[in-house]
């Protein structure tokens, strides 16, 4: 396998690990309701998976952003205007569907909505009120790509020592974690892990001990033991919440690629019918799992088969809509464009 393929099989791989992960981490009941789940089950979802779930994406975000940089001349204009259509088009529309069909829903919902051009706008403006919650990191990750486009004419180096270095202490301050407008809270929490990401493959071949499924075994037992009560609170003691969740998520990262590497194998070839659907698979993913929510609290059937309905649709829907959807304009929506 040519480095080039191998780079993008890995890749590929570790963001379809990541859209089960997100699924996965969603499976918990409201308020993480300890009489209708495991205890076990809620550290999984809330602790160890919500680690670096969304860093891990926006990681992804910044590496293509290196390999597009590298591979093409890009325009700040253009590029930005390709974004939009990328990102915005379904930040809107389907923030849109998903609040008539919560409005709908209401009555059951965690979150219910009542009609009203405040609470609809609202929903946009501050995108982590949007019905369609998973979908806040649409505008914030637009915001980054415009903020950061300028690494694209940086050395390797300077990226590291004069961009990462500075997001990393604002990622531990985190100022303006009350911004919620426009997310720009989230914006500055984030910017570090696409400026990762993009650092990253300037110098993705000093990582190649990533490939090691010897490593891969012991950075994973130890990014459990990390994630559990005692040390989380250690770590978080010797250093601060905020750096200590950074480290957390960048460990994270980490044994995420490393686990790309050995589905990137021969022997995983099957999971190939998946690579270049994550975005897509990301975008549905909220009206699988409330679907499949919507069951579990009107039909009664078990946490577990909940579970099994969700893995199920992400595995499935973004595949049909792969096949079945030839619009333009519904290819856009749907992020397979």
Not at 146 to 155: A, R, T, V
Not at 231 to 253: C, M, P, Q, S, Y
Request: with cysteine.
């Amino acid at each position: 396998m040519n480095q080039k393929l191998e780079r993008i099989t890995y890749i590929s791989r570790t963001q379809t690990y990541a859209v089960l992960m997100v699924a996965l981490g969603h499976c918990t009941p409201a308020n993480n309701d300890p009489s209708i789940t495991s205890s076990g089950w809620i550290w999984f979802t809330s602790n160890f998976i919500s680690s670096f779930d969304m860093p891990l994406f926006m990681f992804f975000s910044g590496f293509l952003f290196g390999l597009s940089s590298e591979k093409k001349e890009l325009h700040y204009s253009s590029f930005m205007q390709q974004r939009a259509i990328k990102m915005l088009i379904p930040f809107f529309v389907l923030g849109t569907i998903g609040y008539f069909l919560k409005l709908g829903l209401s009555q059951f919902a965690v979150r219910p909505v009542s009609f009203s051009w405040d609470s609809f706008l609202d929903g946009f403006l501050i995108p982590w009120h949007n019905p369609v919650i998973y979908l806040w990191f649409l505008p914030t990750l637009f915001i980054i790509y415009g903020i950061l486009f300028f690494m694209k004419y940086l050395p390797k180096n300077a990226v590291i020592r004069w961009v990462l270095a500075p997001l990393i202490i604002i990622n531990v301050l985190q100022p303006g974690a009350n911004i919620y407008w426009l997310n720009i809270n989230f914006v500055i929490k984030y910017m570090v892990y696409f400026a990762l990401g993009f650092a990253f493959y300037g110098i993705r071949n000093r990582f190649q001990f990533l490939n090691n499924i010897p490593f891969l075994i012991v950075a994973f037992i130890l990014f459990v033991l990390l994630n559990l009560l005692p040390a989380r609170e250690a770590l978080n003691n010797f250093l601060t919440d905020k750096a200590g969740d950074f480290i957390l998520a960048v460990f994270g990262i980490l044994v995420s690629l490393s686990l790309g590497h050995l589905l990137a194998r021969p022997s995983f070839n099957f999971l190939k019918i998946y690579d270049g659907l994550y975005f897509c698979s990301y975008l549905l993913s909220w009206f699988i799992i409330t679907g499949a929510k919507l069951g579990y609290q009107r039909l009664w059937y078990g946490q577990v088969v909940t579970v099994i309905l969700i893995i199920i649709g992400v595995l499935t829907i973004p595949l049909l809509a792969k096949k079945y959807i030839t619009q333009s304009w519904a290819k856009t929506i749907l992020g397979l464009s």
